[in-house]
C-alpha cells in the first residue's frame, strides 16, 4: 500500500523566514497531494492540494511543488508569522481507489517571533 | 450546520466497556471518513462512507470496531470491548461528493483506562 514519509518531524524559524517541509509517497499511481494545517485541539484543516497533472499551485504566502518522476512534494511557506505556528501534514491519495488519505507523520512548525 | 461537528470532545471509559462517537457531517456531503489519530502520528484512515454505504472499511482494525451511516448523513463508529491501545482522537470529516478536499471535525479524545 501507499507509504508517505515526511521531513523534518520539527522545523523551528525565524518571523519573516521561510519554511519548507518535504513529503515522498510510494505508489506511482497516486495522484491528488493535499496539505493539512492542526492546531492544539482541533482537527486538521486544507490549506492547500495539487493534482498530479500540474507541477506546481501557489495561494498567497504558501505553495506546493510536485515532482511526480521523483515521487516528491513539498510545501512552502514564505514570510512566515507566528499564527503559522502548528503541525502540517502531507497526505496522498490514489487514483481509483477508494477516498482514503494515506498521511505522513506531520512536521510541528515553531514561528518565532 | 457550518462544519463537521463530532461529539462528544472527550470520552473517558473503562476497559470492555462499549462505546459510540457520533459525526454530524456538513449538510450535503455525501462522503464521510473516519480516521483515528494517535499521539504523534498522522490520521490513520479507518472507513469511508458514501452515502450510506460503507465504499471502504479497510481501515477498520478488527470487529471491535463498526460503523453505520443509516439515513446518510450522521454516523455512528461503535466501538465494542474497549482496550486501552484503542485510545486516540477519533477524527470524523466530510466532501461533497469523495473528489475533493475534506473538511475535518475537532475529534473526539477516547480515553480508555
Known sequence: ?????????????QEGDSAVIKCTY????????PWYKQELGKG?????????????????????????????????????????????????????????????????????? | GAGVSQTPSN????????????????????????????????????????GTGAADDSGLPNDRFFAVRPEGSVSTLKIQRTERGDSAVYLCASSVDGSLGYTFGSGTRLTVV
Open chain 1, 26 to 33: 510510494s505508489d506511482s499511481a497516486s495522484n491528488y497531494f
Open chain 2, 11 to 50: 470520552k473517558v471509559t473503562e476497559k470492555g466497556k462499549y462505546v459510540e462517537l457520533r459525526c454530524d457531517p456538513i449538510s450535503g456531503h455525501t462522503a464521510l471518513y473516519w480516521y483515528r489519530q494517535s499521539l504523534g502520528q498522522g490520521p490513520e484512515f479507518l472507513i469511508y462512507f458514501q
Open chain 1, 44 to 113: 486538521p484543516q486544507l490549506i492547500i492540494d495539487i493534482r498530479s497533472n500540474v507541477g506546481e499551485k501557489k495561494d498567497q504566502r504558501i505553495a506546493v511543488t510536485l515532482n511526480k518522476t521523483a515521487k516528491h512534494f513539498s510545501l512552502h511557506i514564505t514570510e512566515t508569522q507566528p499564527e503559522d505556528s502548528a503541525v502540517y501534514f502531507c497526505a496522498a491519495r490514489r487514483q481509483g481507489g477508494s477516498e482514503k488519505l494515506v498521511f505522513g507523520k506531520g512536521t510541528k512548525l515553531t514561528v518565532n517571533p
Open chain 1, 1 to 13: 500500500g501507499e507509504n508517505v514519509e515526511q521531513h523534518p518531524s520539527t522545523l523551528s524559524v
